[in-house]
């Protein structure tokens, strides 16, 4: 089934207008932050990662009380934190953006993230002990995406595992995934122990969010992560794979390829090889089964609850690598079934 994006659209263009009308510095400020970020997402190609950040939190507490609307605020927060780290994130990669107004802008994406949520939850229609929790989860996603995002800094394949860059990831994306889910779940009314369980389903498909968004650089062939030299999960399991002897060699390839055109097209053979990419798509399919049986685990009102996996599936489907398979539900099923 397909959920209506448009009134939380409509919500965030009445928070700018609202935002402008107040009269405050700080909230004209913010307003005109808000407005770039969503006149961007079209030129930048992410409406439709944004629909998808806006449809989990409404499905998830539909699938709690048959009623898509109740995570409408939810569906704000998620927007309003993308707004914010997105910012943060192109500032810490070195730009693009304006230095005479760089100062003015980090506080604005600060205000975005951080306080507008705040006052947000605090207008919802809910009982004084849910907006406390649905703070508390606010609060849990901006200290987890921070830790996961400091994790990603200092991260440098050298020194890296599989396991420590899946920690970053589980931070730096799963973290405001969890966020929106739990917040849906919380403003949903569910008890303690379901909302820890979206929680942990919203963590795992941010992490499988951030290994499209990786699958996104090379495919269009931005390749700003190997500009970069980040050290990314399929870096990282192309390392692992190698045999003791050639590691130091492709450890020296990949840091050539941040200034490299040649190295950076020889590096990038070596991580789209369909040997390399068979074990990444059996790691990345395993990942979203686990996924859809905690979807299963936890039921819920239909038709939303099954909408769920349709809508985790149908965003693993974008920007695919060669040789990924198709999905349903988890499973392998053949191309154009």
């Known amino acids: 089934m397909t959920i209506d994006v448009g ?32 006149g961007n997402l079209a030129a930048r190609g992410s409406t439709g990662a944004a629909d998808v950040m806006i449809r989990l939190p409404l499905l998830v507490h539909a699938a709690e ?13 998620h ?23 760089c100062n003015a802008d980090i506080l604005a994406a600060l205000g975005v993230g951080s306080h507008l949520p705040v006052r947000l939850v605090r207008e919802a229609g809910v009982p004084d002990t849910t907006k406390v929790a649905a703070l508390s989860e606010v609060s849990r996603g901006w200290l987890d995406g921070i830790s996961g995002q400091l994790l990603d800094y200092t991260a440098r394949p050298a020194e890296a595992t599989v396991g ?30 379901r909302v820890e369980r979206w929680r942990d389903v919203g963590r795992r498909f941010g992490v499988l969010r951030q290994l499209t968004n990786d699958q996104r650089d090379l495919v269009t062939g931005r ?23 050639q590691r130091s060699a492709l450890l020296a390839l990949h840091a050539s390829a941040a200034t490299s055109a040649a190295a950076r097209a020889e590096f990038k053979g070596r991580l789209t090889a369909p040997e390399h ?61």
Not at 66 to 74: I, L, M, S, T
Not at 165 to 190: D, F, H, I, Q, R
Request: glycine letters at 10%; proline letters at 7%; a negative charge.
């Open 277 to 337: 990419l068979h074990g990444y798509h059996e790691r990345v399919d395993g990942m979203l089964a686990e996924v859809h049986r905690s979807l299963d685990t936890l039921g819920g009102a239909e038709p939303f609850a099954e909408a769920l996996h349709d809508l985790i599936d149908d965003a693993m489907l974008a920007f695919p690598l060669p040789g990924a398979p198709v999905f349903s539900r988890g499973r392998r099923v053949p191309a154009g079934t």
């Open 164 to 193: 420590t860059v899946l920690a970053s990831y589980e931070g730096k994306t799963g973290a405001p995934y969890a966020m929106a889910t739990a917040l849906a779940a919380c403003l949903a009314g569910a008890d303690p122990a």
């Open 65 to 77: 009380t048959g009623d898509p609307a109740g995570g409408r605020p939810a569906a704000v927060v």
């Open 7 to 38: 009134p939380v659209h409509d919500d965030l263009t009445a928070l700018v207008a609202r935002l402008r009308r107040s009269g405050d510095v700080a909230d004209e400020a913010m307003a005109a932050f808000l407005a770039a970020f969503l």
């Open 223 to 245: 390749d700003e992560d190997l500009r970069n030299g980040a050290a990314t999960f399929l870096v990282m399991l192309l390392l692992d794979g190698v045999p003791a002897g």
């Open 79 to 101: 927007l309003l934190w993308w707004a914010a780290a997105r910012y943060l994130d192109d500032l810490a990669d070195g730009g693009p953006y304006d230095p005479a107004r």
